[in-house]
Structures are given as structure tokens and as C-alpha cells.
């Protein structure tokens, strides 16, 4: 029961920051069976949802460690520069612009936008997941999201364009 | 994109409010600002637009949901694994009350002489609860309790603060201290917040405020809990509401619940949620607000240090000096 309930969120959150199919399978089993093992170091006075979200992290982080990379907060100022989208006359749908800004971030800050806005979760149960203060978390992804939204209304989407159509 | 007058809001202020982060006060300057300003009511649609695309985006698809192969590699590999390492607390588990039938007992005796040694030992541990005043409403009226990180009252600048919980004397004016972000007074179940440097006084139908802004939740127990102010007075009939002082006017907001507002030439009963502001010359006029958005938070605000006269747009807006 709680791999049907919990498999989707667990899965949406992994495989937004890796992009191999399998290792995004095994990673989302690797984190119930050791949800399992650490269940009695669960508080139960805290939601769950959070708690086996930060086994997923942790897990991501060790395969990027073993790859050599590191899984870590990295602040707005340093990411670099986020040019994007549709080129002059192309016109691409609002989903389409999303995945192409996030694959763009670093991965800890994709991480904050999956938390926030596909999983629902508060600031402070984001800062439980991801061991961050809740002032750095809400700093970095008010800054991305500001940039995103710039970006966003500069672009005609294929959905805006066909709202205009329908207004004429 | 930003705003290119200097006194319209910020984008950490529309996240704010799409995130439901901002306090009551803050949401409804918000939404009035929204109404009067062109510029950021398209910034506030842009952000609309793009958290409900982030919403449907990022939320989990179809193809997440677990397939039966992913239910069982799980509860196969736990069960080749076996059962999970007892933690330090396992014995808990084991444990039975049945095997000691005297503890229960045993626990409420002791218990039970604790308190009595308490309550004997530390003399008036028991806050003071005044005899409520026969004319009052809120019983007792003249009690108040802080919380004990909120700020000391003080009566009188000279005079020492006074502690952060007891009774206050009617009809004499108390200030807040400046260095205190918020404060939180509550009269029995009642709750009244007062903002930074606010002054009141209280009495016997409620309270007077001289300056500054209150946000009231209260439970009506007979007769109506009344504010009142320089320029009229807000009854009210079991609900939820703010009242803030200005040279300009008195701003009373309604966020659930029933109020009257009384003037020297005027009287208004105010049953949905909105605004009305008593003016110097006794009249009294209406604001319409919209609904709020979903998932915008409806519980008590707690007011952030202000200077009174923010909310008419004489002085600067509060919401953008709070970044």
C-alpha cells in the first residue's frame, strides 16, 4: 500500500533529476526497501511523504557522488545564464518551455521546483527533504521562478496563441 | 520583468501570495493594490499563468504510477532481506501494561501528589483571573496573557513595563515597545493582535485604540465586544476582523462574521467579508474585495511591525519595505 501510494511522487521526483530510465526505476525501489529498513527511525508526529522523499534525495546524491559529481544547493547568483526558448517564429507549448528551463538548472534547484510546485510540499517540509534552511530554499527558488516567469511572458506560447485565436 | 513604479510590489510579493505566505493585513493591501495598479495586476496574471503551468507540469503523469513488477521487486527484496534491525527502542514493542496491572495506579497517585505539591509549593502559580465586570461581554475582561517571547505593556513611558501576563487597569493607555515584532494578547478564548507601537486602552465593552491597527477573533458570550476609536466604534457579533487607526480615517476590515460600525452620523452593519472606513467627519465608506484565491490561508494573522499611517498610501508601502 504504501509503494502504490507513495511509487508516483517518489518516481516524478527521481526522474526529473536522472535521465536513465532504469537507474530511475532502481533508485525508487532502492528508496522504499531503505524506508523500510529505517522505519523506526521514522517520527511518526511527522508527515511521511517528506521523510521518504529525503531517502530519495540521499540516494540521488550518492549516484552523483559515485559519478563524481555532488548533489548540493547551489545559489541563483551562480547559475549561469538561462537564455532559452523558441527561437524567432517558433512557437512551442507551455510544458515544453517548463522541461526545457529545468533541464537547464542544476539539479538541486530542479529539485525545488518538483517539490514545490509537483509535489505540493511547504517550505518547511522541503527544508526537511533537502537539509537547507527554509530561507535559502525560498531565496533560490523565488529567483528561479522570477526569471522563468520573465521568459514565460515573453514567449507565444502555442496555448496563448490559441487563446487569441479564439478572442478574434 | 519588474515594475517600473517605485512603490508597486515586488516579485517575492506575488510568490508570497500564490504561495499563501502573506498574513491577512498584507493579502488584502495586496488585493487592493491589484485592483488600483494595471501594471502589477498583469505582473499577478503572469504569475498566475505560470505556477498553473508548473502545477500541471511537474505533478506526477500517468506513466509514474508503479507497475505490479515494481510492487513486487520491492516486498521481494525486503523479504529476502528479512525483517528490519530492531532499533534502540525495540523493546517497546514487547511492551505489555498487562504485565504490571499496579502501574496505571501507581502512575496516577503520583501523579496526582505532584500536582499537589505544585500548586502548594509555588503560590500563585495560578494566574489571577479577574471577576468579570458585570457589564462585561468577555469574560474576564480585563485579562490578559502574552506569550513568553511577545513584549512586555507599557502604561507609561516613564514607568517600568509591566510583567508579560496579568490584569490591566481600564482607561489607562498602553503602548507597545518598539523593538517587539508583534504581539499576541488574548482574553480567554478571545484573541486580539495589536501591531508594533500600537496604543489602547480597555474597559469595560471592550477596547478603546488610540493608534495603530488590532485584528480581533472573537466568541461572543452576551453582550457584543466593541473597539472603539476616535472616529467611531466597531461592534462585534462573534467574528473575525481588523481595525486600523489613521490621521485619515479608520480602516476596519471584515474577514468573517458580523460587525457594526457606528459614527457620529452614521451606523452599518457589515456582514461579508470586505472593508469600510470611518472617516473624520463621521462618514462611512465601502470597499468591495473579491474572493480570496484557493489555498490562501484563513486562519488569524499575525501582524508584522508597521507604522500606522501604511495603509492609506500617504507613507510607503509596507509590502515592498518588507524585502
Redo the contacts between chains.
Sequence with gaps: MIVERYWPKVRSLIRRTLSNRETVEDLCQETFIKAFEKIDQFDTTRNFCPWLLKIGVNLVGEHFRRSGNKLQLVSWEETTDISILAGPGERVSDRMLIDEYLEKLPVFLRILFVLKHGLMLSYEEMAQVLDEPVGSIKGNLNRARACLKSHFAEVTTLEKADQGMKTK | ?SSQKSNCLK??DF?DYF?AKLSFPERIRLEKHLKECGCCAKECK??E???K?????????PA???KPS??E???K??SQ?GP????P??FLQNFSFANFRWAPVAGLMAAAWILVLFFWLVPGRFLKIEPAHPESTLLPLSYLLLPESSAFLCPDRSKNPLPASGALEADIPYQLPVRNQTALVFLGENRLEFSRQAQFKVNAFGVHLLSGKTYCSIKTQGKPFTVMTSFGSVTCLGTRFGVEVTPQGVLVTLDQGKIELKTKMAVETLTDRGEMTMTPDGKLKRTETKPSPPGTMTAPPVLSGETPAAETGSGPDSLSNAY
Design positions: 520583468m516579485d517575492p510568490q504561495d503572469a504569475y499563468a505560470l505556477f503551468v508548473l502545477g500541471d507540469s511537474l505533478s506526477p503523469i509514474d504510477a508503479p515494481h510492487t521487486g520491492v516486498m527484496r525486503i532481506g528490519p534491525a530492531p532499533g527502542w525495540s
